[in-house]
Each structure stands twice: as C-alpha cells, then as structure tokens.
C-alpha cells in the first residue's frame, strides 16, 4: 500500500480522506453557508464571479494552522503558512482550469459539505491524462498548486462549501511568499 506521502511525491497530488472530523466540519459548513445566506461575505473573486468567498477568516485560518502538523506528514515538508480562502459555490458555479500563485506552493482543498445528489469533481492534471477527483465532506486533497494544473466543470448541485489552505515549502522555491 502506497503511502500519501509516496503518492504526493510521485504524483504532486494525493487525496486525504477525512482530513478533517465530520463534526468539525459540520460545524464549519453550517459556519460558512450562514455566512453566505446572511450576505456576510464579498462576491467579487476573479474565477468564479458573484460566488460567496472570503480570505482569511479568523476561524478558517485556525484550521490553516490546526491542519499545519498533518499536512507536513501527509506531504513529507516542512511547510510555513500562507493564507486560508473560502468559497460557497452555488448551482451552476465552474472553476476555470489553472495553476495557483507562488504563495500557494502547497494546497490543501477541503470539502466541507454540500447540498448535491453526487459528488463535484475536482480536476487535476499532474501528466498528459486528466484525473477526477471526488471528495467527500471532510475530504481533503493535497496538491502542488503552481505546477498542477486544476478545474472544476459546472456544478449540478445547490451547493458546496469548499476551503483551500495555502502553504509553501521551508526550503522551496517560494519561501518568500510566507
């Protein structure tokens, strides 16, 4: 059986299931959508226009932080911390393909819940061949955000409550962007 560390070193990307409690990340989705349904957060994000967001949440960068010790041993690095960002996608919401910013060396997406008869892929293409990836609530995937290119098709859901943690790597190519 392959390690996720294995699988993130060969691959630049590994799926970590239930990186986070189902009860913390019920709470967190409940957090998040209220939220959004009370029009606390800004709707003015470049790839995915008038979609509820927010960088650096006080409590979504606790979690950043939280995670910080198990995302090190998942992906073999020592990491320093960036920011956290979250979004509350909506029916019909799709992520442009792209690669991240420097200061997203290392990143961590998170479902934490959803209103959707399936699972939303997330596609990552590490190779020649694309992959999809499905995550459940309390799924995380780790992935090398400036090198693999990722996307989202059109979600056929109500909607889905997804956090990204951003780190760079101590000794990396992008240590000054701590």
Known sequence: MTSTKDRF???????????????????????????????????????????????????????????????????????????????????????????????CEISVTLNLGQQAAAPWAIWVQPGIEAIAVDLAPGDGMLYRGTEVPHWRDSFAGECIAQVFLHYVDQDGPCMEWK
């Open 9 to 103: 070193a060969a691959d630049r990307y590994a799926v970590v299931r239930g990186l986070v409690h189902a009860r913390a990340c019920a709470f967190l989705y409940h957090y998040v959508t209220g939220l959004a349904q009370h029009g606390r957060l800004v709707t003015g994000d470049e790839q995915v226009p008038d979609t509820p967001c927010r960088y650096a949440d006080p409590l979504v960068e606790s979690l950043l932080l939280k995670l910080q010790p198990r995302i090190e041993a998942e992906c073999g690095l020592s990491l320093h911390p960036t920011y956290s960002y979250f979004r509350v996608y909506k029916h019909g919401d799709h992520l442009p393909r792209h690669s991240d910013r420097p200061s």
